[in-house]
């Protein structure tokens, strides 16, 4: 408690240089209080702590999918370790729908390992589309503060300039309880939910920001 910390680009880096990524429910950044849960009305007294946060890309992926894909593809490579031949994987990608003839597939794809990166791409999507079925599915009648998050502040306060929130699995910036945030010339865009909410008291401003391209709302 009490404790101020900064955290931003080197300067002269531009916007998107610097990214800070997790995947799933896991915020990029977090200013929270677990015992108020416990005593809400336990007053702690000092200086909420503060995070300033300038000119870097916050994003709150589905999923890594970078690592999905080597890991199909070693999976695959190990699997067919003894058989490996380019009719194989022409086979695969036939059977997968990716093409209609061998011909077509051996244009595209002229290498054990091109074919490989194809057939990780057709399951990499597969997947997302899967966990966006269960996300969706599991949250779509929750209340925004429910939803999984880019940034939560429920204690103290995070100030973003100049910054890029994102968040493919639920709202970008989220404020509740004792939270406060305040969004200057940032970016909140392609989140899943809402861009910006401010719940239970909570105080969050905003100024000369975008918030576009969410799937709820801009600010709640």
Same mark, same amino acid.
């Given at each position: 408690?009490? !404790?101020?910390?900064?955290?931003?680009?080197?300067?002269?880096?531009?916007?998107?240089?610097?990214?800070?990524?997790?995947?799933?429910?896991?915020?990029?950044?977090?200013?929270?209080?677990?015992?108020?849960?416990?005593?809400?009305?336990?007053?702690?007294?000092?200086? /909420?702590?503060?995070?300033?946060?300038?000119?870097?890309?916050?994003?709150?992926?589905? /999923?890594?999918?970078?690592? =999905?894909?080597?890991?199909?593809?070693? !999976?695959?490579?190990?699997?067919?370790? /003894?058989?490996?031949?380019?009719?194989? =994987? !022409? !086979? /695969?990608?036939?059977?997968?729908?990716?093409?209609?003839?061998?011909?077509?597939?051996?244009?595209?794809?002229?290498?054990?390992?091109?074919?490989?990166?194809?057939?990780?791409?057709? =399951?990499?999507?597969?997947?997302?589309?899967?966990?966006?079925?269960?996300?969706?599915?599991? #949250?779509?009648?929750?209340?925004?503060?429910?939803?999984?998050?880019?940034?939560?502040?429920?204690?103290?306060?995070?100030?973003?300039?100049?910054?890029?929130?994102?968040?493919?699995?639920?709202?970008?910036? =989220?404020?509740?309880?004792?939270?406060?945030?305040?969004?200057?010339? #940032?970016?909140?865009?392609?989140?899943?939910?809402?861009?910006?909410?401010?719940?239970?008291?909570?105080?969050?401003?905003?100024?000369?920001?975008?918030?576009?391209?969410?799937?709820?709302?801009?600010?709640?």
């Amino acid at each position: 408690a009490g !404790r101020s910390v900064v955290i931003e680009a080197a300067e002269g880096l531009k916007l998107g240089d610097v990214v800070l990524r997790t995947v799933g429910a896991v915020p990029v950044l977090s200013l929270s209080d677990a015992a108020f849960v416990k005593d809400p009305l336990v007053n702690r007294g000092g200086v /909420m702590p503060r995070v300033v946060v300038r000119g870097i890309v916050l994003e709150q992926g589905l /999923m890594d999918k970078a690592k =999905y894909r080597a890991q199909w593809i070693d !999976r695959v490579t190990e699997e067919n370790k /003894m058989k490996e031949t380019r009719g194989l =994987y !022409r !086979r /695969m990608l036939l059977e997968a729908g990716l093409f209609k003839t061998p011909e077509e597939a051996d244009a595209e794809c002229p290498s054990i390992e091109s074919a490989k990166e194809r057939l990780a791409d057709l =399951y990499l999507a597969a997947a997302e589309r899967s966990l966006v079925r269960e996300l969706e599915g599991g #949250c779509r009648d929750l209340p925004p503060e429910r939803w999984p998050r880019a940034v939560e502040v429920t204690e103290g306060s995070v100030v973003l300039e100049r910054c890029r929130v994102s968040s493919e699995a639920g709202n970008g910036v =989220y404020c509740g309880r004792t939270g406060a945030a305040r969004l200057h010339a #940032c970016e909140v865009i392609q989140c899943r939910a809402s861009g910006v909410v401010a719940a239970e008291g909570s105080h969050c401003e905003v100024s000369w920001s975008l918030l576009a391209g969410c799937g709820a709302f801009g600010a709640v």
